[in-house]
């Protein structure tokens, strides 16, 4: 079994529009979408969910109100500002205090200086992970809260599932849709994948990108494919990429060229190739074909 990561130096480069049209000519792949702070990669796959989990990524403090008696300590103690009197108050103090959840960064000092154990320490929900039905195959995916962190360790969880879901269901390949940038969860996403495949633009900021990712993944030793998504649309800066693609040790697997079906298959929730049958969709195919030689 192999796994595959297709990242970005940012987001909006297409990245998952691609991942989209994979998922449709993959003929025995289980998906991941990695991309957990802003995954949409359900927006064309559709998934029906089958199984849904909270995922938990920490711990937070809470105040239990009947216990606290007033002293402040716990105020005094955080550097998060994270805790108020404005609590409902008990037989000793008229109001008690309380810790916002979004502001605690779970270092537990409040708790450790509570006089009376009145503060408890529990697993904190910052989001939901799915195993779902797609029309192509089965998708691991996740929703992670607003504001909330460790991205990281959500992302490794969707890709353990996914590799357990591909082992038991015989499958010979994972696609996953990794996170942008060059973060927690992209080092999350890419770490023991078997090929990374970075999608860029035809632009400055695109080939900037380009080297800061590619430096990420050249430290993992792990083969980086790269494509050019809007290659026609600067030719120059396309071949600027590619001399430096080919100048560190990247193969160029595919330059697509620009192609508003982009947009409109994703407005009827359907991948490019499946919107069309025009040249762009012949561009992505044969970057399909070079990624799968590449990954034997
Ligand atoms: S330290 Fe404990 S008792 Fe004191 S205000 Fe905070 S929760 Fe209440
Ligand atoms: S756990 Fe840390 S961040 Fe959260 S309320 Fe207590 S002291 Fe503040």
Not at 152 to 166: P, T
Not at 180 to 200: M, R
Not at 271 to 295: C, F, H, P, Q
């Amino acid at each position: 079994m192999k796994e595959m990561v297709v990242i970005s130096g940012k987001g909006g480069t297409g990245k998952t529009s691609l991942v989209a049209a994979f998922a449709g000519l993959a003929k025995k792949a289980v998906f991941a979408d990695c991309d957990v702070d802003a995954a949409d990669l359900y927006l064309v796959l559709e998934p029906k969910t089958k199984q849904s989990h909270d995922f938990s990524g920490g711990k937070r403090a809470a105040i239990i109100a009947e216990k606290c008696i007033g002293c402040g300590k716990c105020r005094e103690m955080c550097r998060f500002d994270a805790v108020s009197l404005d609590g409902q108050g008990n037989d000793v103090v008229g109001k008690t205090f309380t810790i916002d959840p979004v502001s605690c960064e779970g270092c537990k000092v409040c708790v450790e200086f509570c006089p009376v154990e009145a503060i408890e320490f529990k697993d904190a929900i910052n989001g939901q992970w799915f195993i779902s039905d797609t029309r192509f195959g089965t998708m691991v995916h996740a929703k992670l809260g607003i504001a909330e962190e460790n991205s990281g360790k959500l992302v490794s969880l969707i890709r353990r599932e996914a590799k357990i879901i591909a082992a038991d269901d015989k499958k010979d390949l994972i696609i996953v849709d990794g996170s942008p940038g060059i973060g927690c969860p992209v080092i999350a996403s890419i770490t023991g994948a078997d090929l990374v495949l970075i999608v860029t633009e035809p632009t400055l900021s695109g080939r900037h990108d380009l080297e800061r990712v590619a430096d990420l993944a050249a430290g993992f030793n792990i083969p980086v494919l790269v494509c050019i998504n809007k290659s026609d649309l600067n030719p120059d800066m396309a071949s600027s990429i590619k001399e430096y693609a080919d100048g560190h040790g990247m193969k160029v697997a595919g330059m697509i060229r620009y192609d508003e079906a982009f947009t409109k298959a994703q407005i009827i929730k359907a991948t490019v190739i499946e919107y069309t049958g025009a040249a762009v969709s012949e561009d992505v195919k044969a970057l399909w074909r070079n990624v799968t030689y590449a990954l034997g």
